[in-house]
Each structure stands twice: as C-alpha cells, then as structure tokens.
C-alpha cells in the first residue's frame, strides 16, 4: 500500500474502473471531461492497495483544496472515492489507506475533509459532521421591461469550454467564509453538463436554476465582487422575490435580512482539523467531491 503516481496509466484504468463499480457514471463523466482537456489523473492522488498480481483491491483519492476560510488563505486536502473490491471488504484495507492519507495530511495541510453518506465510519478517524446552512433572502421583485443577453455556454465548443477554464482560474472566492480559489477540475467535474449562464456586460458566469418559483444560485464564476441586484438584473431575473444561496453571500452586498436555513443532505460533510467554526457557511455544491 502506498501513494502512487498516475503515470501508469494501466493504474488509472484500475481505479476509474473500481471506482465506477461503486459509484456509477463516473467512469463516464471522466472521459467526457478528459475530451476537453480535464484529467482525472492530473488532480487526484491515488492511495491505493494492490496484491501480489497488481490487482487493485481499494483505493482513495486525495485532492489538493486553496480554502478560504474567515479571509485566510488554507491548503487542505480532499478525501473522496474511498472505495474497495466487495469481495476484499472487512480486511482492514479501508483502515490501511485512511491511516496512510491522513498520515500525509498531517504532515502538509492545515486539515481534510470529504463528503459521505455513512458519517459513522469517519468519526473513529477524528472527523467530525459540519452542519451546513442554505442561505434565502425575500427580496421585493423588480419587474423589468427591458431584456438583457444572456449566453448559454456549450461544453461540446471549445471556445466555451477554453472560456471557462480560463475564468475559474482567475476567480475570486465565492465567499470570504468558506470559498475555493484557483480550483479547475472539480470545478468542472460538477459542472459538466450542467446550464452555466454568461452576461457579457458583466463577465460573470451564474449557475442557478429555478425551483418553486425561487431562484436557486449555486455559483458566481467572475474576477469581481457586484451587487446581487445587479446580477439578477443582468440575468433577467429581477422579477423573482425568493433567492436561495447555496454558499454563504458575504461577498455580494446582500443584506442582513438573508436567513440561513440548515441543509439537511444525506451526503454530510465532514471536517478533520483543529480549527473551528462558529459560524453558519457552506461548501459549494460545485466544489464538493
């Protein structure tokens, strides 16, 4: 057991192939983004078990993550696609390859975390459940005449795709609270396939969706802090009076009347560092892996 490199690719093979059996699709989505140019293999660490005959029998993935957390600037790493062969389950492998990540987290990062549905397996490791919090502000609608331009971008152009890479490199942090900087590959992981909108006038790309009459914002991709007002102007959206936030809006002059909601998910997240939080926040949906 060990952290190994992906410049075999015979390796990658194994793990995409293991980690699909537990998890379906990603294979899938792993070779579409590959197609524009987003490897698996150039972000994710594979801690890995073979046997004697280079089979894989468990793997996990560990993930370089630039938080940042109150303001401050943190590395952490992301744990995710723990998995192992059914048949090689309850053999400890699990314990082995948790140990050896976290040994290596220890050593180079201010703490990990991961998502899961099964939180009990964790908490022996130190992790512990961060409870996350919605964000929904009621607002007076502001119907508008005018209609503004809106792009659709197309993951099948490469002028899109180029575009938005380029933009999530030089993004700033959706929320001084709890943001992500200068992360591509989950970034695009998560939002493969997904309705990304463009406002030129503004250079800023939104993912929302509307649900029950709300609009729900899952992410603001720009190189500036403006004003939510602006933008749901902009994306002609000023008419809706229920915004939910998927982050915390510290960074896009909202005011005080925004209530956090507590999100209850059955994939929770969980924490293993020595810092606190007091404060409600949370993660990204398009940075969670």
Request: net charge neutral; with cysteine; hydrophobic share 40%.
């Amino acid at each position: 057991m060990s952290l190994l490199s992906y410049q075999d690719n015979s390796l990658f093979e194994k793990t995409i192939t293991l980690i699909d059996s537990c998890f379906p699709g990603i294979k899938d989505l792993a070779e579409n983004c590959n197609k524009i140019g987003i490897r698996w293999q150039d972000n994710s660490k594979p801690f890995c078990i073979l046997n004697a005959q280079q089979r894989l029998l468990a793997h996990l993935g560990a993930i370089d993550f630039p938080l940042i957390i109150n303001g401050k600037s943190y590395c952490f790493l992301a744990l995710h696609a723990i998995c192992t062969q059914l048949e090689h389950r309850n053999q400890g492998h699990f314990h082995s390859l948790m140990q050896e990540a976290l040994k290596f987290s220890d050593l180079h990062y201010a703490g990990c975390f991961l998502f899961t549905e099964s939180p009990n397996l964790y908490t022996r490791f130190g992790f512990r459940t961060i409870l996350e919090y919605k964000f929904k502000w009621h607002r007076q609608s502001m119907p508008s005449r005018a209609s503004f331009p809106v792009k659709i971008l197309n993951f099948k152009e490469k002028e899109d795709v180029d575009f938005l890479i380029s933009l999530l490199k030089r993004r700033i942090p959706i929320s001084k609270r709890f943001g992500i900087t200068n992360e591509v590959n989950v970034s695009i992981f998560n939002l493969y396939g997904k309705e990304l909108y463009y406002s030129e006038e503004l250079d800023l790309i939104l993912r929302y969706i509307i649900e029950e009459n709300t609009v729900v914002i899952y992410d603001i991709i720009s190189t500036h802090y403006c004003a939510i007002d602006d933008i749901l102007k902009k994306f002609n959206l000023a008419s809706y009076s229920q915004i939910t936030f998927c982050f915390q809006p510290d960074q896009w002059e909202i005011p005080k009347t925004v209530l956090a909601e507590a999100y209850e998910d059955p994939c929770k997240f969980m924490l293993r560092t020595q810092m606190n939080f007091n404060y409600p926040f949370m993660v990204p949906t398009t940075s969670r892996c």
